[in-house]
């Protein structure tokens, strides 16, 4: 059973920082691409960021090409997203995805395992 567990979100104020994680358990991931989504309320699931766990190829929305960074940690399973000079409207809940091969893709129904989720909040 696969599960992907975020955490690290939270209350920041505008130009701070926050490191997201996901946990991943369940089995190996060495051919699976992993995602990072956001998505306001009303609004559709969007993609932020995606790294191929093997190799670390990674990918970038160009609302946050510069600011963030996605990276994985191979002994702990871990994938995480580093968010600098964050903005109000960054604020939304932060969803870590799987999907079970290693091709990179930005649409959500794409993808096969999904995280609850963790609120990010930026105040200004």
């Known amino acids: 059973q696969v599960q992907l567990v975020e955490s690290g979100g939270g209350l920041v104020q505008a130009g701070g920082s926050l490191r997201l994680s996901c946990a991943a358990s369940?089995?190996?991931?060495?051919?699976?691409?992993m995602a990072w989504f956001r998505q306001a309320p009303g609004k559709e699931r969007e993609f932020v960021a995606g790294?191929?766990?093997?190799?670390?190829?990674?990918y970038y929305a160009d609302t946050v090409k510069g600011r963030f960074t996605i990276s994985r940690d191979n002994a702990k399973n871990t994938v995480y997203l580093q968010m600098n000079s964050l903005k109000p409207e960054d604020t939304t809940i932060y969803y870590c995805?799987?999907?079970?091969?290693?091709?990179?893709?930005?649409?959500?129904?794409?993808?096969?395992?999904w995280g609850q989720g963790t609120q990010v909040t930026v105040s200004s």
């Open positions: 369940g089995r190996s991931f060495s051919s699976f691409y």
């Open positions: 995805a799987a999907r079970s091969t290693w091709v990179q893709s930005t649409r959500p129904q794409t993808y096969d395992y």
């Open positions: 790294i191929r766990w093997s190799g670390g190829s990674t």
